[in-house]
């Protein structure tokens, strides 16, 4: 009788479970929907050889050299599709692209990692957390069980790219004359990775940063997170950025600032925007203070 008891309590508890996480999932597609999706964005250049070839808000980025290219993340599986035909449309072969790095492995950001590596057989980097999670096709090993049976049933991963070498904190990934230093900023995953490095444009050096996501989702939650969410925002303010992404196209303002670089004077200048970077570090303070998920 008991034993009955506690196997219904346990189908409650899961199908309660179940539920709460197919709101989470349909509010977060709603409000995906609603900032413009996933849809096909135009590829422009940032500033001298550093390319947008994202999605409308799937950030996908290209850094070109004379010894091969670099594309950070890749959107869903089916975006990668869409960033292959930006690389294209810039006038790049997808076969130049050599390296392959990643800011967080959730299906939004490392999906299409496996199509890209396929098309061009590029090297991909990662941490040690993200190379878990990406060479498992997405298990989040912090997900949620639902979430997790979801990736292990396929319903919710990825094709596991193959994770071609690890870094640690601080390392430089070079490629000719490129170099991408990269920074363990965990928080939204244990080994969420935000990368700086400079471009030269005209006569100027410009210092990027691409700063991975700082706030928690309620599916992905692990017990130092707060802390490393405090460290990962001091490390981020001690980088000088002139120009700075992030992996949500619409969080750095991907659209405004490309419209505005069709009319400016010089089409660089409204990427320089280190207000809105200490804007964004702020805001992602002020969520962790609040104790807010996004
Ligand atoms: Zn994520």
């Known amino acids: 009788m008991l034993h009955h008891f506690i196997k219904r309590r346990r189908l409650v508890v899961l199908v309660a479970v179940l539920g709460v996480v197919a709101l989470v999932l349909l509010g977060r597609w709603g409000n995906a929907r609603k900032v413009g999706g996933q849809g096909p964005a135009e590829p422009f250049r940032i500033a001298g050889n550093f390319y947008y070839v994202g999605a409308t ?17 890749a959107g869903y599986p089916t975006t990668a599709k869409l960033v292959m035909a930006s690389i294209a449309k810039l006038g790049f072969n997808i076969s ?22 396929e098309a ?29 049976a ?35 900023t965990a928080g939204h995953t244990r080994g969420c990775t935000s990368w700086s490095f400079t471009v030269h444009d005209g006569d100027r050096t410009l210092n990027v940063v691409s700063a991975c996501d700082l706030g928690v989702l309620a599916t992905s939650q692990y017990p130092e997170q707060a802390a490393d969410r405090e460290r990962s925002i001091r490390v981020l303010r001690s980088l000088p950025a002139d120009i700075w992404v992030t992996c949500h ?5 991907r659209y405004r600032k490309f419209v505005a670089s069709t009319t400016a004077k010089n089409p660089v200048d409204p990427f320089i925007d280190p207000e809105g970077y200490r804007a964004f570090l702020d805001a992602a303070e002020a969520e962790l203070r609040q104790g807010r998920m996004h």
């Open 57 to 73: 808000d799937a950030s996908a980025f290209l850094i070109t050299g004379p010894q091969g290219h670099v594309v950070l993340d």
């Open 96 to 117: 130049d692209v050599k390296v392959l790095l990643n800011s967080e492995p959730h299906p939004d950001h490392g999906g299409g990692l496996a199509v890209l590596q």
């Open 120 to 148: 061009s057989g590029a090297q991909l980097w990662a941490s040690d957390a993200s190379a878990e999670s990406l060479a498992s096709g997405g298990d989040d090993p912090d997900g949620v069980l639902p979430l997790r």
């Open 150 to 184: 979801l990736t292990w049933i396929g319903v919710f991963g990825y094709p596991p790219p193959r994770v071609d070498h690890r870094f640690k904190d601080g390392d430089t990934i070079r490629l000719g004359p490129i170099a991408l230093t990269a920074h363990i």
């Open 249 to 253: 196209a619409r969080w750095w303002g």
